[in-house]
């Protein structure tokens, strides 16, 4: 059976992709309109190179690339922000010139459900000066094509409501997961400095707050503050209201589009460390991490978690998919494991 599998990143500041067809890999293929370039004077110039950050294939041949450039400038490139954000979709072994999105500066991920149709998540930044330093504000935004191209992204709703926040506010989307056209979830990080005072050191109080959001037929809700996790690095959806979303320790599950009974697994008193989760049907979900190089797995059945399993000869985590309930494969480091 052909294995098609594609890789993509940046190569001398411009974003490529590899492709695998028949187990064989092709050549890089240089991204078109995302070639870096420098302009200025030694002392103070600015730099811009790309790099891609997500790559989702419905199916076989039918892929869509997303990624991002990052701006640096001043003096030794010492500030450097995001965007914009771009696409590149295969077709017929060759990958398109960049289409550029329109309100996203920064991809963090790409879902989608069948070809042509395609979710983005990332941000949108706003660079400002504050008492003459630079700060740069971050708003989490989603951007989804239609048969009519790709449409203005959108803010997620609801996240400067989400507790009692004052100051300087910043939300990022982390990750991105899509059942069908128009239905999708979305997680992230949700930061604000009540003390901000237009010096970025009073940032360092920043509070972290992972939150969750879901696209309806279309529509985005308003985000759901999920606080004890820092983060949504790590997200997966049999449908649009049943997921489960996770950071480095903590593990919550969306049910009826319901969140909030979160929780940290630990093996012998150590927190296990995430590193994937999958959830192959509703109410069916995997969480795989590590503690002390020991790699583990757990399920989740009807909303409960069962102990952690080990995963032999596996000391890190850093995928996991199940494509039908009780099979599932984990991936980290040189090893890979299937169970079923």
Not at 55 to 70: L, R, V
Not at 74 to 89: D, E, H, K, M, S
Not at 262 to 276: K, N, Y
Request: one cysteine or more.
């Amino acid at each position: 059976m052909p294995l098609d599998c594609v890789v993509g990143g940046s190569s001398g500041g411009q974003a490529f992709l590899l492709d695998e067809v028949n187990g064989v890999w092709g050549s890089p293929q240089l991204v078109s309109g995302t070639a870096p370039y420098t302009i200025g004077t030694p002392t103070f110039y600015d730099s811009l190179t790309s790099s891609i950050s997500a790559i989702s294939c419905p199916s076989p041949g039918e892929c869509t690339a997303a990624g991002d450039y990052t701006v640096s400038t001043g003096p030794n490139l010492r500030i450097a922000y995001a965007g914009p954000g771009f696409v590149t979709t295969l077709s017929l072994g060759t990958w398109s010139a960049a289409t550029m999105l329109n309100g996203v500066d920064a991809v963090t991920d790409v879902s989608c459900t069948r070809s042509g149709a395609c979710t983005v998540s990332g941000f949108a930044t706003t660079f400002e000066i504050f008492i003459s330093y630079p700060i740069v504000t971050n708003t989490a935004v989603a951007d989804t094509k239609t048969v009519a191209g790709w449409a203005p992204a959108v803010s997620i709703p609801g996240l400067t409501n989400l507790g009692a926040k004052s100051g300087w506010i910043d939300s990022q989307a982390s990750s991105l997961s899509c059942v069908s056209p128009g239905n999708c979830t979305l997680g992230g990080v949700d930061e604000y400095a009540p003390d901000f005072d237009g010096n970025p050191v009073s940032l360092y109080n920043a509070k972290f707050y992972g939150f969750v959001a879901s696209e309806v037929n279309g529509s985005w809700r308003a985000a759901v503050e999920l606080k004890a996790l820092k983060d949504v690095p790590y997200l997966a959806c049999s449908s649009v209201i049943h997921c489960v979303a996770a950071d480095r320790g903590h593990l919550d599950l969306g049910n009826l589009g319901r969140w909030g009974a979160s929780r940290a697994i630990t093996v012998s008193g150590h927190a296990l460390v995430i590193g994937a989760v999958a959830c192959p049907t509703a109410g069916h979900c995997l969480a795989a991490g590590a503690v002390r190089s020991t790699a583990y797995a757990v399920v989740a059945r009807a909303g409960t978690w069962s102990a952690p399993q080990r995963l032999a000869k596996m000391t890190t985590v850093a995928a996991a998919s199940c494509p039908v309930d009780g099979s599932c494969t984990v991936a980290g480091g040189s090893k890979v494991i299937t169970q079923t």
